[in-house]
T-cell receptor, first 115, second 112 residues
Framework: KQEVTQIPAALSVPEGENLVLNCSFTDSAIYNLQWFRQDPGKGLTSLLLIQSSQREQTSGRLNASLDKSSGRSTLYIAASQPGDSATYLCAVRPRPGGGADGLTFGKGTHLIIQP | DVKVTQSSRYLVKRTGEKVFLECVQDMDHENMFWYRQDPGLGLRLIYFSYDVKMKEKGDIPEGYSVSREKKERFSLILESASTNQTSMYLC???????????FGPGTRLTVT
């Protein structure tokens, strides 16, 4: 059964720092990997989607990488801002026929950017 | 932009009541999903649907059922609510079966 782990569980850094959030998964037979952010009490906002054939995706100050063979993904946030404070979730999608459909989520990294 | 809406942000129900959670998406997506989110357990898939009147069980379907009579609407039904179904419920949709999923704002359900 696929398991997704996110490290660290919580992170607090001063504004302006570059930071890296880590995600690992146990089964490399994935179709894609998606990063989300979730603000307290709210739904999930999709940040980046990386297909299994891709190595990275970029959107503004965010860059996500994927190393499928080692079961790892990182989310890089450049020049962090207080508005980046949220919980960041990583989720993987199995290949078609690779088990239950839908996404398997990590438990998230709770990020606080100090002004 | 994709918009996924859920009928209620907060809901309080009594044990044994039948509960309906509604989800509507406005982007003609074929695929819709229901998840629940609990502290320490993360998000888990309850049911999903790839077409009208079609449904498939996810990882934790027990105690739930779903209905999809129209493409844009996917309902989650708690036949007889129990306290262990107190949770945040999140609906999602995607255009392609394996495509990017877009989430609604969530419904926080409390069963007393």
């Amino acid at each position: 059964k696929q398991e997704v782990t996110q490290i660290p569980a919580a992170l607090s850094v001063p504004e302006g720092e570059n930071l890296v959030l880590n995600c690992s998964f146990t089964d490399s037979a994935i179709y894609n990997l998606q990063w989300f952010r979730q603000d307290p009490g709210k739904g999930l906002t999709s940040l980046l989607l990386i297909q299994s054939s891709q190595r990275e995706q970029t959107s503004g100050r965010l860059n996500a990488s994927l190393d499928k063979s080692s079961g790892r993904s990182t989310l890089y946030i450049a020049a962090s801002q207080p508005g980046d404070s949220a919980t960041y979730l990583c989720a993987v999608r199995p290949r078609p026929g690779g088990g239950a459909d839908g996404l398997t989520f990590g438990k998230g990294t709770h990020l606080i950017i100090q002004p | 932009d994709v918009k996924v809406t859920q009928s209620s942000r907060y809901l309080v129900k009594r044990t044994g009541e039948k509960v309906f959670l509604e989800c509507v998406q406005d982007m003609d997506h074929e695929n819709m999903f229901w998840y629940r989110q609990d502290p320490g357990l993360g998000l888990r898939l309850i049911y999903f649907s790839y077409d009208v009147k079609m449904k498939e069980k996810g990882d934790i379907p027990e105690g739930y059922s779903v209905s999809r009579e129209k493409k844009e609407r996917f309902s989650l039904i708690l036949e007889s609510a129990s306290t262990n179904q107190t949770s945040m419920y999140l609906c999602a949709s995607s255009f392609y079966r394996e495509g990017e999923q877009y989430f609604g704002p969530g419904t926080r359900l409390t069963v007393t």
